[in-house]
Nanobody, 117 residues
Framework: QVQLVESGGGLVQAGGSLRLSCAAS????????MAWYRQVPGKRRELVAH???????YYPDASNDRFTISRDTAKNTAYLQMNSLKPEDTAVYYC???????????WGQGTQVSVSS
């Protein structure tokens, strides 16, 4: 069982920044990857970025250089730094992690990010 606790969401003006944190209850090296997704009402949850066990990162939207995923292995925590936020970034952001031993995916509870214009 893996528990993921997100923090760092909130309300910010357009152009501002936020850093989301996702603390895992297990050693980060037991996870194949950690990822950030986001979801707005009525739409599918979409991948924002992931970082794998070797520390390699992936962004499905290569043109989005405003977001950066990183991790602190000593704290078993992944981060999502979001800069130059836009109103369209408003969503619930979820952390996800895949456990190596079982392949099971775990989700955090989500954190609301709201960007005002």
């Amino acid at each position: 069982q893996v528990q993921l606790v997100e923090s760092g969401g909130g309300l910010v003006q357009a152009g501002g920044s936020l850093r989301l944190s996702c603390a895992a209850s297990v050693n980060i090296f037991t996870l194949n990857k950690m990822a950030w997704y986001r979801q707005v009402p009525g739409k599918r949850r979409e991948l924002v970025a992931h970082i794998n066990v070797l520390g390699y990162t992936y962004y499905p939207d290569a043109s989005n250089d405003r977001f950066t995923i990183s991790r602190d292995t000593a704290k078993n925590t992944a981060y999502l730094q979001m800069n130059s936020l836009k109103p369209e970034d408003t969503a619930v952001y979820y952390c996800a992690a895949d456990l190596k031993s079982t392949g099971a995916r775990y989700w955090g509870q989500g954190t609301q990010v709201s960007v005002s214009s």
